[in-house]
């Protein structure tokens, strides 16, 4: 019994290596994930506190606080065809990275948000062709549970005006820019979770239809804290170490 426990300590061992320091060689697939569904803006506590913030941004906006959450500003500039924000990348092609400003709007519902919140919501990436515009997230830890969230508004306009947008990383999840379709009316935003099978993340956003153009005012990253399989072995290995030890010492 003991050769036995202690030959399945030594295969969880070799299982705890293997999950800290994989292959060289091993293929580093997109990590799915596994959207929540589109939820209709309504309030600062939209914005997600889970887990621990990596990375949070204003797309083509200032800086701002919301819901605690700091919201950088991600310049770029209008015609380009990338643009770099830390260990966040926007590409387009064969089309341009375009600035949009100006979609808020002095009705409610958009109105009865915090200032802040307007100001997330005001500001957007778009391109000028209905391209994919692809973000690609690099720096991330292999096994760590990320939370990624994402928002989608036009207030301006009464009727939509060729925002609507879908993510995909295998699964897709599609917002809609206006719910309403009335000037004041508010878009939506969308959570989705993932654990990173490698340092780099692809999410790509595609109009709905060949007239809308892919839109993003503002995400966020986060690590949120699921046990990984790292901590899993460890404490698994601590529980069979310490049953080897009371049936040595019998």
Known sequence: ???????FILFSAIALFAAIDPPA???TPVSPIIWNGPVTISGDTNVSTDGTLVAAFNMNGNAVTVNGVNFAAFNFTT?????TNGNFTFTESPGHLLTLSGLGSPNAPFS?????YQTLL????????NNTLTLTMSGLVVGQQYEFQWWLNASSASTQIGLGTTATATNSVTLDDNTTNAVGGVGQ???GTFTAS????????????SVNTPTVDAFQLRAVPEPSTVISLVLGLGVLGLIARRRLQR
Do not use: H, P, Q, Y
């Open 79 to 83: 015609l380009s065809t990338s643009a």
């Open 1 to 7: 019994m003991v050769r036995l426990i202690k030959g």
């Open 122 to 129: 005001s500001t957007a990436m778009a391109t000028d062709e």
């Open 189 to 191: 935003f969308a959570i």
């Open 112 to 116: 009865n948000l915090s200032a802040n």
């Open 25 to 27: 060689f091993a293929v």
């Open 198 to 209: 490698g340092a780099t993340e692809i999410v790509a956003f595609t109009g709905i239809n």
